[in-house]
């Protein structure tokens, strides 16, 4: 009875919020079929091709406070680092000799990196690398901030909206931040030239069935080249310690919604997904998912990057995650491949 809708998102055709909100309520029992068609969608545009992309986690202070995520700012239990430019720089160069040709420059929105300490870091590994794709996902910034990044040499840019709700944002933020804010920075990324990833957590506190059947409209009106999703976890340091966390079950039933809604997004399966399952990052590829970022940190940092608790991969080495991604990615029926892994609406089967 619902493969009606599944069928319906399948051939590009609109739904409307009921209708993404009856798939949600009845995933159990269409949860099938959805992965079996996103996977064919993402076959027409991406092949088997599974894309990573070397995440660089270069500083773990943050101004912000958000109730959720174990580097806030008011979390003094945390040991906070910065790389310095040389460090990072390096990073991008240990990655290149694994293969990666997508560099993801993450941290908190801390202050000391400034435009120019930024530019000059994005412009050396441009330089070093011109067959990268650069990926920053830095918070939120000035237009000029972004502008200045993007003439660097930047092709990316991965900024969270968190939820679509700006009821439920304000739930998830303190008063400090803005929803309207947050918004703003994906419309100046996008009129910049970026490609834009977005993204929320699965099961975050306070979100209901109703509000992820809006994510799926907004991001259907949005178009984003990128769309990560993963569980929300509690982390023990923050004031959502007690919260229940996001399942796996509904993380992968959204991602192949996703996936139907958009066939040529870029969709991770993230390492929070890996996190609350042994196999979340294989069933996250295997509902539809075409990316994996692993980290490309150097180790004595990793255990100090925790946005949430329990997180994988803190102690192995870059090369170790590589060996055993392409293992696991194998189990899929999909295999790694080391190209930049650019956004194409142009179908290649
Ligand atoms: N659980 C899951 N994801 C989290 N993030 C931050 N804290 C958590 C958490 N406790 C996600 C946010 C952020 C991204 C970098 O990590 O969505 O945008
Ligand atoms: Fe890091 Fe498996 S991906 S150890």
Known sequence: MYKGLIDKLASRAELSHDEYLTLIR???????????????????????????????????????????????????????????PEDIIACADVGYDLGFRTFVLQGGEDSFYTDTILARIVSSIRKNHADCAITLSLGERSRKSYQILREAGADR??????????THYETLHPDSMSFERRIQCICDLKELGYQVGVGFMVGSPNQTEKH?????????????????????????????????????????????????????????????????????????????????????????VRKKYMLYDNKICTGEEAAQCITCLKNRVRTTGCEIVTDRGDYTDVPCH
Not at 219 to 233: C, D, N, Q, S, T
């Open 212 to 300: 992820l059947a809006e994510e799926l409209l907004f991001l259907k009106k949005l178009k984003p080249h990128m769309v990560g999703i993963g569980p929300f976890i509690p982390h023990k340091d923050t004031p959502f310690r007690d919260e229940s966390g996001g399942t796996s079950e509904l993380t992968t039933f959204l991602l192949s919604l996703i996936r139907l809604t958009l066939p040529e997004v870029l969709l991770p399966a993230t390492t929070a997904l890996g996190t609350i399952d042994p196999l979340g990052r294989e069933n996250g590829i295997r509902a539809g998912a075409n990316v994996l970022m692993p980290n490309l940190s150097p180790v004595d």
């Open 157 to 166: 840019y991965l900024l969270r909206h968190e939820t679509c709700s700006k």
């Open 26 to 84: 009845n995933r159990d029992e269409i949860r099938d079929y959805a992965s079996a068609l996103a996977r064919a969608a993402r076959h027409q545009y991406y092949g088997d091709r599974i894309y990573i992309r070397g995440l660089i986690e270069f500083t773990n202070y943050c101004k912000n406070n958000c109730y959720y995520c174990g580097i806030r700012a008011g979390n003094s239990n945390v040991d906070r680092y910065r790389l310095m």
